[in-house]
């Protein structure tokens, strides 16, 4: 028997990527979906593409102890209306409110799906507060799900499950890549190759290390610049930035080279990653970084830190490596190590021969379907 399933997200460019793969698969399934997720006007037509049967209710965490409990309120009574049978929550900051009313509700399924561990990145009390964080959240659900194999084992470790064990979906991430429009002849074509490198004025012999992402420290974007500019190759090479702006880069490096170049936003990730050789992420917390995923579907070798969530994304020494986490020297050796073009080009074969195999999304969401086929044995 088809089940009713609640998705809630705070982040309307969260669910977008993140959540809407799940939600087709499962209506492609028979599985009816409601969608509660933030109001933002810029995503409401998008979302509303997605899916019509969407309510636009606040559910991010608040300290405002007031606001806290009217927002757990309005959400308990959309779920005594709506009766679902499954909750799937998603992020940290973004379920404690939902499970909550779930509870309240008495739904009997709840999920709440961790998508990283932020306490990893932070000390003192803010990492003490992130970690109660995530007791509550493992408290209110009834299922939880974690998107990489060293998160689990990170979280264990933290002592969070006791009663409850989490589950990763198939080999980890959230929704897998898709493999149609990541599809290696798109990659392959130096028509596609050379396109943003032309554009640039990026010589056809360069090597082009990328990095996508936020400009802020736990993502390592400081540590990301002060290392190439430390490094200070001499052969032709280019690191490019998506998600960036020149600005940000002259917060921290006033006078950067002409091989240091930040793009701001880009429509189409595709035409980033064809143009790069190395993606780098010297991240300092991670639950399945995309950037290295996407890289890796691309053709690309990768780098990125050796902590959780990085180190299911990377093969080290295979698709590409891992560095010791903050330390400089590690990571401008890696980069240089990766100026051998025959050596890039093995890694970057085998990172895709790996995303192929174990993240291609049609496996991934099939998980998603088979743990909801538990819940519906559990009806009978």
């Known amino acids: 028997m088809p089940l009713k399933i609640a998705h809630i997200c705070h982040d309307p460019f969260f669910f977008l990527r993140f959540v809407s793969p799940i939600m087709k698969k499962a209506q492609d399934s ?36 007031i606001i806290f409990i009217s927002r757990i309120l309005r959400l308990y009574l959309l779920l005594r209306k709506i009766q679902p049978d499954v909750v799937h929550t998603h992020t940290s900051k973004g379920s404690l ?19 990283g561990l932020p306490y990893l990145g ?9 970690l109660q964080l995530e007791k509550l959240n493992i408290l209110f659900s009834t299922q939880i799900i974690l998107v990489s194999f060293s998160n689990k084992k990170e979280a264990e470790k933290s002592r969070l499950f006791k009663k409850k064990q989490p589950i990763i979906i198939a080999n980890g991430s959230a929704v897998g890549i898709n493999l149609e429009e990541y599809a290696s002849e798109y990659f392959l074509a130096e028509k596609n190759k050379f ?8 010589p056809a012999e360069s090597i082009v290390f990328g990095y996508v992402g936020r400009a802020i420290k736990r ?3 400081q540590l990301l610049l002060e290392s190439w500019k430390q490094a200070n190759i001499d052969t032709p090479a280019h690191l490019i930035i998506a998600g960036c702006t020149p600005k940000d880069i002259h917060k921290i490096w006033k006078n950067p080279r002409p091989n240091t170049l930040a793009l701001g936003f880009i429509k189409d990730m ?3 990653y064809a143009a790069c050789d190395v993606i780098l992420l010297p991240s300092f917390h991670e639950g399945f970084p995309y950037a290295l995923l996407e890289g890796a579907a691309s053709c690309c070798a990768l780098i990125g830190s050796d902590i959780p969530g990085i180190r299911d994304a990377i093969i080290d020494q295979k698709t590409g ?6 330390d400089h020297s590690d990571f401008i050796e890696k980069i240089k190590i990766l100026l051998d073009r025959e050596k890039l080009t093995l890694m970057g074969t085998k990172a895709r021969e790996r995303a192929v195999l174990e993240f291609d999304e049609k496996i991934v969401l099939d998980g998603y379907l088979q743990l909801y086929a538990t819940f519906e044995k559990g009806r009978h």
């Open 195 to 202: 396109f943003v490198r032309e554009q640039l004025g990026i």
């Open 97 to 115: 409110i939902p499970l909550i009313a779930a509870f309240l509700a008495q739904i009997p399924h709840r999920i709440y799906q961790n998508h």
């Open 270 to 272: 595709r035409q980033f």
């Open 321 to 326: 490596y891992l560095f010791k986490s903050g």
């Open 122 to 130: 932070y000390n003192g009390v803010l990492k003490f507060g992130l």
């Open 219 to 221: 993502k390592g974007f």
């Open 30 to 65: 028979g599985h009816g979906n409601i969608l509660i997720v933030e109001k933002k006007t810029l995503f409401n037509r998008k979302i509303d593409q997605v899916d019509n049967n969407s309510y636009y209710q606040s559910v991010t965490l608040s300290l405002n102890p």
